[in-house]
């Protein structure tokens, strides 16, 4: 740098010019006294003898790091590549935003949020991409030098980390040490979503137990950390309440006292995860429960659940109830389960050939296109594809009834307009054999995830992204430049 101060020092130290600036500081060129009518020079920054470095826009000032993207030979960049985790650093997840900031980080909102695509990322992203169906993303044009940010993002699901040093225009790896290309042995501590609240944020999660399907295991196969569980409103990421038949950590109150008929209690979570009750269990809802569930979901709140959970939708106010089709009886005469095995994916819509892709790279089907559901219901009978989207159906010969389905919320506005989002499935797929919700959560719960319990991790990620229209691919944040 001394030296870079020496050579800007005798260029301007002409014969013409009276007074010369041997002490200035680089990085301003309004500081500079420079000889009437002639424009600034770019900004200098030294790379201790590397390529030269510039601003990316044709020499217009820059700022931040947009000062350290060096200027490479002709086919050559900067870039940063790797795999994005699942927080447990073994699952690799699709469409995580993933970008270089050049400002601060915005704090998240607390709460149900309407985070429509392009709300929640902050920082003036300088570089930005979004991991495909394999986890990988790649990042151009880069900034070099040491101690430079990452961040990794879906929804409110945010991890920052500093990569201690970026080459200058050579493909570099955010972690070196993730170079596998089988994705059974692939792992990363580094580009990997949080564990907990210390490592970064997470979305408020609002957890309701039931006696069958126990969804709560989900969280920690993803890697979330137990000191992040608790009964009850607190301060943890994953709060849990007890639906009939249900147990969970902390002696957990009563999901319908404490939780679904309070739509302000609701609009302090981002995500309800409701498991099965085994049956309606009606006597603890009714319309005061079905209208507030709605309200928070209209408002940007996420619901996802199973089997005999489909009475969040069937009974809430319409539109709701005209989603889907059903084949319920509530005096009892539910449709016998169907047989288990494989269903048909949807891949006629960007994230359903997301999934079936992501499914057969990370080894949760034997069979590509498809995906293994072994309990199955006949509950929805019927879509209304105008206003939910099958993910996962009967075979056509069969009848075709959905088996999993989402659909964006308010129903029947303009996609632009909707801010929250459902996702239901007609199936069981937590083992209760190997999968045990209880006072000691999570000790009762089988350590690592297998291979049917993927399509819920695909499902939970995109339930708490940013909401946008199932028919457009999701997309990488614009670059601030």
């Known amino acids: 740098m001394r030296r870079m101060l020496r050579v800007l020092a005798i260029m301007l130290c002409a014969p013409a010019v009276v007074m010369c600036a041997t002490t200035q500081e680089i990085g301003d060129p309004n500081d500079l006294d420079l000889p009437p009518n002639e424009p600034p020079s770019p900004p200098l920054v030294d790379n201790d003898g590397g390529p030269p470095l510039v601003n990316p826009d044709g020499g217009q000032p820059c700022t931040g790091l947009q000062c350290n993207v060096p200027t ?113 042995t692939k792992y990363s501590l580094i580009t990997r979503l949080p564990r907990n609240q210390q490592e970064g944020d997470l979305p408020k999660i609002a957890v309701t137990t039931g006696g069958c399907d126990p969804i709560p295991c989900l969280i920690p196969k993803l890697g979330l950390d137990a000191t992040e569980f608790g009964g009850g409103f607190s301060a943890k990421a994953v709060n849990f309440y007890g639906g009939a038949n249900g147990g969970g950590p902390g002696n957990p109150p009563k999901a319908e006292v404490a939780l679904w008929k309070d739509l302000e209690k609701l609009k302090q979570y981002d995500v309800v995860l409701h498991s099965c009750e085994c049956d309606e269990h009606n006597q603890n809802k009714g319309d005061q429960v079905w209208t507030a569930m709605k309200q928070y979901v209209d408002m940007g709140g996420r619901l996802f659940t199973t089997d005999f959970g489909y009475t969040f939708i069937e009974d809430a106010p319409a539109p709701w109830s005209q989603v889907a089709t059903w084949a319920t009886d509530h005096d009892g005469g539910f449709p016998p389960p169907i047989p288990g095995g494989d269903y048909p994916i949807n891949q006629g819509f960007p994230k359903g050939k997301a999934l079936a892709e992501w499914l057969d790279y990370t080894n949760g089907t034997t069979t590509p296109g498809m995906v293994n559901l072994p309990t199955v219901y006949g509950n929805a009978v019927g879509l209304d594809t105008k206003r939910a989207t099958p993910w996962v159906t009967e075979l056509a010969d069969a009848g075709g009834a959905p088996k999993i389905f989402t659909f964006n919320s308010p129903v029947d506005v303009d996609a632009d307009k909707q801010c929250g989002r459902v996702a239901f499935g007609d199936a069981h797929i937590f083992s209760q054999v190997e999968n045990n919700v209880s006072s000691n959560f999570p000790a009762g719960c089988r350590e690592q995830m297998n291979d049917r319990e993927k399509v819920i991790a695909f499902l939970f990620y995109d339930l708490t992204a940013c909401v946008i229209s199932d028919l457009v691919p999701p997309e990488a944040p614009p670059i601030v430049k």
Do not use: H
């Open 72 to 184: 490479c030979a002709e086919g050559t960049t900067t870039t940063i590549s790797g795999t994005v985790y699942a927080p447990n650093g073994r699952l690799p997840l699709p469409n995580v935003v993933v970008y270089i900031p050049n400002a601060p980080l915005a704090p998240l909102p607390r709460g149900v949020t309407c985070d429509r695509c392009g709300t929640l990322v902050s920082g003036n992203p300088m570089a930005a991409a979004i991991t495909d169906t394999k986890g990988n993303f790649v990042l151009k044009d880069v900034p070099a030098g040491a101690d430079i940010p990452l961040v990794m993002q879906i929804g409110k699901w945010r991890r920052k980390i500093t990569l201690p040093q970026v080459d200058a225009c050579k493909a570099n790896l955010a972690d070196p040490s993730d170079t596998g290309t089988d994705p059974s």
